[in-house]
């Protein structure tokens, strides 16, 4: 039995839905333990490209439980349409459950986010105004609804007047329109009547899955650098993707957790705002943003892009205590003749930071200090074992290793699944 955590290593988008994917055709249980529809994760294999903002990537496999976590805020308009794509391709979703303990996203979650964001002027954030910062505010609040209310019509009513007499009073405060309660508990009621059957306590599920030694993946969302607590704040998402609290989203013991994979790029990209000191703003940039196709699974927004970042990778790699790393798009820099890895920041006072990640402030006047390799100049895109990868692959795949501290367990050269192969 294992239990094993994948969680981005850097900036988000680095493929965690492909990996979870991959991983899943030996497991019983994925769970998306934090987050919310305000990232993709892209899968392709037999169904086509698909991308799941809240439904765990292992849905594809029929006899892989699906739950979305206490961790979770659930966005449950944009969940139904999710599930509608699904079924129209085949997908069965017998086995999609939801947590009666996660957050209920509100469509006046949607509108502050819009409204908050727009009031910050040039001061923003960079939020896919999708309302998940809102939603996990009123969670810390304690003025959240949760996914099990919607099973307790009296209960949720009252809720549900009491959050608006604040919610209402912000957005008028911000220029909006206020919202109808009574409206907005009749869509209340429609959610009930379509997913009232998904909705369960699903401790007793990871109790019996843990006691049948089964395996659990947990799924996490975004990626380290974006943390509440750990990333680049206030440039961050609302909840924590780092792999300690896939144990809290998910519902399990922390001595439960035995594997933490952390997913990384070949190079590096970010979306939104904030701190990046690899960001290149030269034609290997460009390239790398047009030959990665890097545009948000979510927004469509363009991602900044530069060359790998062991300071960042190596901060996270520890934070996560990660056990093995999984490099996507490796195939990416195959037409690059040259190649540079970012080793250190170089900070005003001289100093080079190699094994921290300075605070936001100082991120910003931070200077990366880099590493050049030789390119391969040939095609990754059908090699299937690690011997079959150029030599100058391989070393540079080798001093990631290095950099970063932790075994590589996968490469991935091309969105497929059999472009994916175990490194032993």
Same mark, same amino acid.
């Not at 030959?291 to 901060?315: H, K, L, M, S």
């Not at 100049?377 to 150029?390: A, K, M, Y």
């Given at each position: 039995?294992?239990?094993?955590?994948?969680?981005?290593?850097?900036?988000?988008?680095?493929?965690?839905?492909?990996?979870?994917?991959?991983?899943?055709?030996?497991?019983?249980?994925?769970?998306?333990?934090?987050?919310?529809?305000?990232?993709?994760?892209?899968?392709?294999?037999?169904?086509?490209?698909?991308?799941?903002?809240?439904?765990?990537?292992?849905?594809?496999?029929?006899?892989?439980?699906?739950?979305?976590?206490?961790?979770?805020?659930?966005?449950?308009?944009?969940?139904?349409?999710?599930?509608?794509?699904?079924?129209?391709?085949?997908?069965?979703?017998?086995?999609?459950?939801?947590?009666?303990?996660?957050?209920?996203?509100?469509?006046?979650?949607?509108?502050?986010?819009?409204?908050?964001?727009?009031?910050?002027?040039?001061?923003?954030?960079?939020?896919?105004?999708?309302?998940?910062?809102?939603?996990? +505010?009123? #969670? @810390?609040?304690?003025?959240? =609804?949760?996914? /099990?209310? %919607?099973?307790?019509?009296?209960? $949720?009513?009252?809720?549900?007047?009491?959050?608006?007499?604040?919610?209402?009073?912000?957005?008028?405060?911000?220029?909006?329109?206020?919202?109808?309660?009574?409206?907005?508990?009749?869509?209340?009621?429609?959610?009930?009547?379509?997913?009232?059957?998904?909705?369960?306590?699903?401790?007793?599920?990871?109790?019996? +899955?843990? #006691? @049948?030694?089964?395996?659990? =993946?947990?799924? /996490?969302? %975004?990626?380290?650098?974006?943390? $509440?607590?750990?990333?680049?704040?206030?440039?961050?998402?609302?909840?924590?993707?780092?792999?300690?609290?896939?144990?809290?989203?998910?519902?399990?013991?922390?001595?439960?957790?035995?594997?933490?994979?952390?997913?990384?790029?070949?190079?590096?990209?970010?979306?939104?705002?904030?701190?990046?000191?690899?960001?290149?703003?030269?034609?290997?940039?460009?390239?790398?943003?047009?030959? /990665?196709?890097?545009?948000?699974?979510?927004?469509?927004?363009?991602?900044?892009?530069?060359?790998?970042?062991?300071?960042?990778?190596?901060?996270?790699?520890?934070?996560?205590?990660?056990?093995?790393?999984?490099?996507?798009?490796?195939?990416?820099?195959?037409?690059?003749?040259?190649?540079?890895?970012?080793?250190?920041?170089?900070?005003?006072?001289?100093?080079?930071?190699?094994?921290?990640?300075?605070?936001?402030?100082?991120?910003?006047?931070?200077?990366?200090?880099?590493?050049?390799?030789?390119?391969?100049?040939?095609?990754?895109?059908?090699?299937?074992?690690?011997?079959?990868?150029?030599?100058?692959?391989?070393?540079?795949?080798?001093?990631?290793?290095?950099?970063?501290?932790?075994?590589?367990?996968?490469?991935?050269?091309?969105?497929?699944?059999?472009?994916?192969?175990?490194?032993?």
């Amino acid at each position: 039995m294992s239990v094993t955590a994948v969680v981005g290593a850097q900036w988000g988008d680095e493929g965690k839905g492909r990996i979870i994917d991959y991983l899943a055709q030996d497991v019983k249980w994925v769970f998306r333990f934090q987050g919310g529809d305000n990232a993709g994760h892209t899968v392709i294999n037999h169904y086509g490209k698909n991308v799941l903002h809240l439904v765990p990537s292992g849905i594809f496999y029929p006899g892989v439980n699906n739950v979305i976590g206490a961790g979770c805020v659930v966005n449950p308009q944009s969940l139904l349409e999710e599930m509608k794509k699904l079924t129209a391709i085949g997908v069965n979703l017998d086995k999609l459950w939801i947590s009666n303990r996660a957050q209920i996203l509100m469509p006046y979650h949607r509108l502050l986010d819009e409204l908050e964001e727009t009031d910050r002027g040039t001061d923003t954030i960079g939020t896919t105004k999708r309302g998940v910062g809102p939603a996990y +505010a009123d #969670k @810390a609040g304690r003025s959240g =609804l949760r996914m /099990g209310d %919607l099973l307790h019509p009296e209960w $949720l009513e009252g809720r549900l007047d009491s959050a608006l007499r604040n919610v209402n009073r912000k957005i008028e405060l911000l220029g909006g329109k206020p919202v109808d309660g009574n409206a907005l508990y009749a869509l209340c009621m429609d959610y009930r009547d379509q997913l009232a059957h998904r909705i369960v306590d699903t401790v007793p599920m990871v109790r019996q +899955a843990l #006691k @049948a030694s089964e395996n659990i =993946l947990l799924e /996490g969302q %975004l990626a380290v650098m974006r943390d $509440l607590d750990w990333g680049i704040y206030p440039y961050v998402t609302s909840s924590n993707p780092s792999a300690a609290y896939a144990s809290v989203g998910a519902g399990l013991p922390a001595g439960a957790l035995s594997e933490v994979v952390g997913v990384v790029k070949a190079y590096s990209s970010c979306v939104g705002d904030g701190p990046f000191p690899v960001e290149l703003h030269d034609a290997d940039g460009t390239k790398l943003r047009e030959i /990665g196709q890097e545009f948000g699974a979510t927004t469509g927004r363009p991602r900044r892009c530069g060359w790998f970042d062991a300071v960042a990778v190596n901060y996270v790699a520890w934070l996560n205590g990660m056990t093995s790393l999984a490099i996507t798009k490796l195939d990416i820099l195959d037409q690059f003749e040259t190649l540079k890895i970012c080793t250190g920041y170089r900070m005003p006072n001289g100093e080079i930071v190699t094994d921290t990640m300075p605070d936001t402030p100082s991120l910003y006047e931070a200077q990366p200090v880099y590493e050049e390799w030789a390119g391969w100049n040939s095609s990754t895109e059908n090699c299937r074992h690690w011997d079959e990868l150029p030599k100058a692959a391989q070393a540079y795949i080798n001093r990631l290793r290095e950099l970063v501290g932790v075994k590589v367990g996968f490469v991935s050269v091309g969105p497929k699944r059999e472009q994916m192969f175990v490194v032993k």
